[in-house]
């Protein structure tokens, strides 16, 4: 029961532009939301993360952006480089038990 | 501070047999958790453990399995090889408590199933 979801497999965005990632949830119990990303023959990498009592954090040209209301959360990339072009991983937990991750959206930077 | 040190890299096995891929964890992190990646189902969580008990399990068969060491290196194994087996996996540490989520991942045992 996949209760994290990315219905994107891929977007293609070119360079300077934003790039939107999209990520849905079933669990109204989930306490933190995250964003790894994931070069080739690499581990993912922790990017940036949010708790449920926010609605938005930043980290430089990273932003997320959390409604609980709809059970959505994105990422924005602002400007897109050519070097964010790898796999993104939405994921969420509640404290104390597992992550649970989405299948993952592969974003291609284009010059 | 070295990363999350995962062995072996690569690996190919026939149906039938088992396996036993390892996972030595950051310095001083106590939380280790497995994961499976295919290209159809993303990252699927396979189990954690902290001070060498199971915490938390994932919905797989009994064929997985794991145990972490008192020094919080651990192991998984996998018996009776099927050709769904093959895929990523991926060992992440941490710290303490899984609590903000934030995992140190390894770059992952890839295992061929023939």
């Known amino acids: 029961d996949q209760q994290v979801k990315q219905n994107s497999p891929s977007l293609s965005v070119q360079e300077g532009r934003i790039s939107i990632l999209n990520c849905d949830y079933t669990n109204s119990m989930f306490d933190y939301f995250l964003w790894y990303k994931k070069y080739p023959a690499e581990g993912p990498t922790f990017l940036i993360s949010?708790?449920?009592?926010?609605d938005k954090n930043e980290d430089g040209r990273f932003t997320v952006f959390l409604n609980k209301s709809a059970k959505h959360l994105s990422l924005h990339i602002v400007p897109s480089q050519p070097g964010d072009s790898a796999v993104y991983f939405c994921?969420?937990?509640?404290?104390?038990?597992?992550?649970?991750f989405g299948k993952g959206t592969s974003l291609l930077v284009t010059p | 501070k070295a990363g999350v040190t995962q062995t072996p890299r690569y690996l190919i096995k026939t149906r039938g047999q088992q396996v036993t891929l390892s996972c030595s964890p950051i310095?001083?992190?106590?939380?280790v958790s497995w994961y499976q990646q295919t290209p159809g189902q993303g990252l699927q969580f396979l189990f954690e453990?902290?001070?060498?008990?199971?915490?938390n399990k994932g919905n797989f068969p009994g064929r997985f399995s794991g145990r972490q060491f008192s020094n919080s290196r651990s192991e998984m194994n996998v018996s009776t090889l099927e050709l769904g087996d093959s895929a990523l996996y991926l060992c992440?540490?941490?710290?303490?408590?899984?609590?903000?989520?934030?995992?140190?991942f390894g770059e992952g045992s890839r295992l061929t199933v023939l």
């Open positions: 992440a540490s941490s710290p303490g408590e899984v609590e903000a989520g934030e995992l140190f």
């Open positions: 949010i708790s449920s009592i926010k």
């Open positions: 453990y902290f001070s060498e008990t199971q915490r």
């Open positions: 310095s001083g992190h106590r939380s």
């Open positions: 994921a969420a937990l509640v404290s104390g038990y597992a992550l649970n």
